[in-house]
């Protein structure tokens, strides 16, 4: 049984230029969430998929976006980068169990110049 | 979603248990509590979680108040691989269940 993964583990981005993060999902999870981590913060939910759909997103503009694929894995768009935008970006697998837990891939590190 | 109060940090000596606090008076009926650790340069990872009943598992035990406004990780024998931000959760069933609310947590240090 895979972990999560995600890629690339660190890149760099000027500013108003778009990025794509991806993640792929634990094996056997239908569910993948998406989080933003600053410096010295916890995670912060940006959006949720199951099963392909959009269904849960937190306080995030809409040039936050992603998509899921019929194998579960995930995408994150990010346009428009801002220098706030820098930041540790996690996704999280899980099975669709109401208090289920979440499995988190070790992140990607954006940084905005 | 319910706010949880954490300490901002603690420390431990190896080999010591440590009891790490948790406030959250304004929970629900519903709301489980879970608790996430995320060591230094890794995504957080899945401790333990609890509704009214004291936890135990291979990793940690969660004490719940009887009241559940406030509930209690303990760490039976810290080791430095224990040295981490430790999260306090609350979640509800229904809704994103990918929707976790992270606070700053207590960042737990462990002296050899």
């Known amino acids: 049984e895979t972990g999560v993964t995600q890629s690339p583990t660190h890149l760099i981005k000027t500013r108003g230029q778009q990025v794509t993060l991806r993640c792929s999902s634990q094996s056997g999870h239908n569910t993948v969430s998406w989080y933003q981590q600053a410096l010295g913060q916890g995670p912060q939910f940006i959006f949720q998929y199951y099963r392909e759909e959009e269904n849960g997103r937190g306080n995030f503009p809409p040039r936050f976006s992603g998509l899921q694929f019929p194998n579960y894995s995930s995408e994150l768009n990010v346009n428009a980068l801002e220098l706030d935008d820098s930041a540790l970006y996690l996704c999280?697998?899980?099975?669709?169990?109401?208090?289920?837990?979440?499995?988190f891939g070790e992140g990607s590190r954006l940084t905005v110049l | 979603d319910a706010k949880t109060t954490q300490p901002n940090s603690m420390e431990s000596n190896e080999e010591e248990p440590v009891h790490l606090p948790c406030n959250h008076s304004?929970?629900?009926?519903?709301?489980?509590i879970h608790w996430y650790r995320q060591l230094p340069s890794q995504g957080p990872e899945y401790v333990i979680h609890g509704l009214t009943s004291n936890v135990n598992n291979r990793m940690a035990s969660l004490a719940i108040a009887e009241d559940r406004k406030s509930s209690t990780l303990i760490l039976h024998r810290a080791t430095l691989r224990d040295a981490a931000v430790y999260y306090c959760?609350?979640?509800?069933?229904?809704?994103?269940?990918?929707?976790?609310?992270f606070g700053k947590g207590t960042k737990l240090s462990v002296k050899p």
């Open positions: 999280a697998s899980s099975s669709g169990v109401a208090t289920g837990e979440l499995f």
């Open positions: 304004t929970i629900s009926g519903t709301d489980y």
């Open positions: 959760i609350l979640r509800q069933p229904g809704g994103s269940q990918g929707n976790l609310i």
